[in-house]
């Protein structure tokens, strides 16, 4: 089990982030995001509540609900503030903390998707399902809020990316534009991808059925994948197919999608 982020420390370092800008027209975006606020889960509350905002919930009102969300559940910033590190490690163009925190709608879609979540798990689905409606409709991003998804995860870039209902993600997964993890058909029940630690999956795959994706393992961009994948395994094509030989890294962290050489079709 990993230990526990200090989140004064995580907050602390944010600050300090925030006062390099000397951009005049960027500065009260920081102010607002950031050092208005006296931690981190009231600056993500307050964000959260800017963003989805709409006419039947106004701000301040969500901004409350996340701060109950994440006063009843701590755990819920320690993953939000988990996930913003991650960003930071394997973005090439995330230069600092408060960059996926402020501008990332990869990030604020997953945030957004635990208070869902946590609402869901309190019998409060027509709300948790307004706000994920509310996230489709402001970052592209689909995530039903009874899905399950772990820590230190990364949506790069965010748009167009969908997460069944049934689906699973643990921890150190990284997701590109595009990604679809969804059902096969009509089918109830559990139906939905299995996503273990350490997966990268490229831009524009499309993973169908409650089929795993086994730790570490690296699916293609563009892949259309209907099977079980090995754990530390390369998939790639449509459908997809096993490539190359296997490795012992995860993948997700290096968010490296080169593939070895291979003649394949998408």
Known sequence: MSRKPDL???????????????????????????????????????????????RALSAPVLSALVTSALVANPEIAEAAAEDMIAVFERDAACPDY??????????????????????????????????????????GLDIHPAAQMGRRLVFDHGAGIIIGETC????????????????????TGNRHPKVRRGVLVGAGAIVLGNI??????????????L??????????????????TRHTSMPALGMDQRLPPVDYVI
């Open 98 to 139: 408060v960059t996926p925190f402020l501008f990332f709608k990869g990030y604020h879609a997953i945030q957004a998707y635990r208070i869902a979540h946590w609402l869901w798990q309190h019998d409060r689905q027509h709300l948790a399902r307004h706000i994920q409606s509310l996230v489709s409709e402001r970052f």
């Open 168 to 187: 699973i993600i643990e921890d150190d997964v990284s997701l590109l534009q595009g990604v679809t993890l969804g059902g096969t058909g009509k089918e």
């Open 8 to 54: 004064d420390a995580i907050w602390q370092e944010m600050l300090k982030q925030s006062d390099v800008c000397c951009d005049v027209l960027i500065q009260g975006v920081f102010a607002t995001g950031i050092s208005d606020h006296r931690n981190f889960q009231g600056a993500l509350a307050a964000l959260l509540g800017t963003k989805l905002a709409d």
């Open 212 to 225: 795993e994706l086994g730790e570490g393992a690296k699916i293609g961009a563009g892949s259309v994948v």
């Open 227 to 244: 099977e079980n994948v090995h754990p530390y395994t390369t998939v790639v094509g449509n459908p997809a197919r096993r490539i190359g």
